[in-house]
């Protein structure tokens, strides 16, 4: 993974991403060489924040997910909604993106 993201241009992360890295260091048998790794890694990055127009896109992509009775992580609905709003690509091994249409999903 580390190999294909150095190759693109400008790597967006959404701040939602980042706790969720964060979170998982934490939990890992060695919190502070993840949180030092994960750091590193953000230098590189943009932060993508959440805001007002991200709140009605999350509304509008959970509304469709729960009439097609296909939920998925709460967490997950955000980061889709950036990706959404922000017309970039979404770079995901997590099969349950595909029930959300309008984004891009790069393997």
């Known amino acids: ?5 150095e190759s693109i241009a400008e790597i967006y992360v959404p701040t939602i991403v980042e706790g969720e890295l964060f979170y998982g260091a934490y939990r890992s048998a060695d919190p502070a060489k993840h949180i ?3 750091r590193s ?4 990055c943009r932060s993508v924040v959440p805001d007002r127009t991200t709140a009605e896109i999350y509304g509008a992509v959970k509304a469709t997910l729960v009439k097609k009775g ?3 992580p709460e967490n997950d609905i955000w980061i889709a909604a950036i990706s959404q709003q922000y017309n970039m690509p979404l770079y995901t091994t997590d099969k349950h993106f595909q029930e959300i249409d309008g984004i891009s999903i790069l393997k």
């Not at 890694?41 to 590189?44: D, E, I, T």
Request: net charge positive.
């Open 36 to 38: 030092s790794l994960i």
């Open 1 to 5: 993974m580390v190999d294909r993201l």
């Open 70 to 72: 296909r939920p998925i």
């Open 41 to 44: 890694f953000m230098l590189n």
